[in-house]
């Protein structure tokens, strides 16, 4: 059993989503040709890291963004449902454009509560999920057999920018309450937890992929791969 391990917190790569809509746990919402390549890039990247554990959401972007990883490390990929997106009440509409959601007092009925959040699964619900998924790989990673002498263990739990960014919200005892334009957390990038034993001691962020996002999907709090301007996010 190694002391020392690290989970690393990987988004999805870009999604095809031509209409630009928010997909949330919509089933058919795969990865574009580019989010392809990113995921191909993060494996390049972190393929030869001391990694022995592989937990993955089960939405079809996160299965396929795990794909080359897993590949290149001959791991298993353990699915995962405590680390699938948060549910929200906004899921199919559009944020951009003339039909941007937020524009209809329809929708402004949810928006009552941005601490909880009121329109979606609450922010405490999804950190308790994300935390106890990752001790769970923090624990498989610890109890695995040490992988590089001298280095730490590594898992790699692949999820969603919400879910990933509450839990950074919760570990550095951060308000829930946020832009989203404003998370540190693009498109197949890696939010790493390092632990000795069971204690978290820092927290630190890595754009494997960065090269490959456009720099308009930057901010984007959701990926629409292949759509045209008006209907981006």
């Known amino acids: 059993m190694t002391e020392q391990t690290v989970?690393?917190?990987?988004?999805?790569?870009?999604?095809?989503?031509?209409?630009?809509?928010?997909?949330?746990?919509?089933?058919?919402f795969h990865l574009s040709a580019n989010g392809r390549a990113m995921a191909e890039r993060v494996a390049e990247r972190i393929g030869e890291r001391p990694i022995v554990h592989l937990r993955v959401s089960p939405l079809e972007r996160a299965q396929e963004t795990a794909a080359p990883l897993a590949a290149a490390r001959g791991l298993e990929v353990v699915t995962d449902a405590r680390v699938i997106e948060s549910t929200n009440k906004f899921e199919g509409l559009r944020f951009s454009g003339d039909d941007n959601a937020l524009r209809k007092p329809s929708t402004w009925r949810h928006l009552w509560n941005p601490f909880k959040p009121s329109w979606g699964e609450p922010y405490e619900e999804v950190a308790a999920r994300m935390l106890a998924a990752v001790h769970d790989a923090r624990d498989a990673a610890a109890a695995a057999p040490e992988a590089a002498p001298g280095e730490p263990n590594e898992a790699v739990v692949v999820s969603h920018q919400l879910p990933i960014w509450t839990t950074r919200l919760v570990v550095e005892n951060r308000s829930f309450l946020h832009d989203p334009r404003k998370r540190q957390c693009t498109l197949c990038s890696l939010t790493s937890l390092h632990f000795r034993g069971d204690l978290l001691t820092h927290l630190s962020y890595s754009e494997p992929a960065g090269d490959l996002i456009p720099t308009r999907d930057k901010a984007a709090p959701f990926s629409a791969g292949g759509a045209a301007e008006e209907h981006r996010p």
């Open 7 to 28: 989970v690393h917190l990987l988004r999805h790569g870009e999604v095809h989503n031509p209409e630009g809509v928010l997909y949330g746990r919509r089933d058919g």
